[in-house]
């Protein structure tokens, strides 16, 4: 069976961008707080759509990869916050593509939604299904904030990251990945307000979250699948050239690091510049990594993320030698007229009056 291996990579982060003195500004609490809890010191806010932002992110990753949208034979994007529920994010992106031989569909497993996509994209070129898939993890998870729910209102932000999967010619790509659920623990990170269930039922949407106990399972669940990606590889932890977690608290982060017993120079954080974005942390971080030399040719790379579901997976992937893109695209999203803290704040204007 084939592996399937990442050959493009992109990422698209709106311009507007929201400090923590921004949100101290309109909501009770100061950048201390959140720098020291949460590792946070700015994010950012998305004037345009979902699909806007991922049709950038996907040009870059398909320049990279020196594909057209006409090549791609599967669209799959991970994301909790598409456009609309129907359709699927991935056919609006579709459409603003031009990928007119694509199949296309969402996926939605939190944060996790990526290595989600890895798993089923690999499984797709294993058997053949298909040969060119563009994956993403794209959120727009900013209106969905509340600012007057401070819990939550300070860790999300927007953003969106593209890869390109095709068959590898040589052993090269994935070579394990593992992804996993417990629904009992559904209650800890909801959105609320959003869904079948709510439409007899008018109520505020928001992110609902019981930080303490999506923090106590983010640590053992990321540990257990790093080391489940490890295993099933052959490789130990020394091997690892570069660990790219999912970006939701710095502590998070370090104490996963720790218990791993990587050393923290190989692991990858932007956190500080741009919060949780959800399922599209991973992508937008390994293409940042990639743009900065930090993936070398050759290298050994784990990725690993939990989520809502509470979900978690894990890959271990060995890269090719190339790590320059085969050719680069000038896609950019159009100047916002409007600050990012003044999106946030006409937003929960219109919203709560
Ligand atoms: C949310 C999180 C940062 C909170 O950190 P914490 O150290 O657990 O903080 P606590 O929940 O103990 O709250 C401590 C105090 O800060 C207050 N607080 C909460 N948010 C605040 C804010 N934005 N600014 C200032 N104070 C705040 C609380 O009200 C509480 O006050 P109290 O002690 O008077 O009751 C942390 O639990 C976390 O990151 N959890 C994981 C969340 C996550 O990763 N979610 C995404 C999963 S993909």
Redesign the pocket.
């Known amino acids: 069976m084939k592996r399937a291996m990442i050959t493009g990579w992109g990422r698209c982060m709106p311009e507007p961008t929201v400090t923590n003195d921004d949100l101290a500004s309109v909501?009770?609490?100061?950048d201390e707080?959140?720098a020291t809890?949460?590792g946070i010191r700015q994010r950012r806010v998305s004037h345009v759509d979902n699909s806007d932002m991922a049709a950038v992110a996907s040009r870059h990753a398909l320049a990279a990869a020196g594909l057209e949208a006409t090549d791609l034979d599967y669209i799959l994007v991970a994301t909790c916050t598409p456009d609309r529920f129907i359709p699927a994010m991935a056919c609006h992106l579709q459409a603003k593509l031009g990928a007119v031989n694509a199949a296309a569909t969402d996926t939605n497993a939190?944060?996790t939604g990526f290595i989600y996509g890895l798993n089923l994209a690999a499984g797709l070129i294993a058997t053949g299904s298909a040969r060119r898939i563009l994956l993403l993890g794209s959120e727009r998870l900013t209106p969905y904030l509340d600012l007057n729910n401070?819990?939550t209102?300070?860790?999300f932000g927007d953003g969106s990251g593209a890869v390109i999967i095709e068959a590898s010619e040589t052993d090269e790509g994935i070579q394990s990945i593992n992804v996993g659920s417990d629904g009992n623990l559904a209650g800890a990170?909801t959105i609320e307000g959003a869904g079948s269930s709510w439409m007899d039922i008018p109520s505020p949407v928001q992110v609902v979250?019981d930080?303490?106990e999506?923090?106590r399972n983010?640590v053992v669940g990321m540990v257990a699948a790093a080391d489940k990606a490890l295993a099933d590889a052959g490789w130990s932890i020394d091997d690892v050239d570069l660990l790219i977690p999912?970006q939701?608290?710095i502590?998070?982060i370090d104490a996963t690091t720790k218990r791993l017993g990587i050393d923290p120079d190989k692991v990858y954080t932007n956190i500080d510049a741009y919060g949780?974005t959800?399922a599209a942390t991973i992508p937008i971080a390994l293409s940042e990594a990639i743009d900065k030399g930090r993936l070398k040719p050759g290298a050994k790379l784990v990725l690993v993320a939990?989520?809502?579901g509470l979900t978690w997976g894990a890959t271990a992937i060995q890269w090719g030698q190339r790590v320059e893109p085969k050719s680069t695209s000038d896609a950019a999203l159009p100047p916002s007229e409007r600050t990012g803290i003044e999106i946030m704040v006409d937003r929960q204007r219109a919203r709560y009056g």
């Open positions: 909501i009770d609490t100061s707080w959140i809890r949460s939190g944060c401070r819990d209102a300070v860790l990170l979250m930080g303490r999506v923090f983010a999912h939701a608290n502590r998070i949780n959800s939990f989520g809502a």
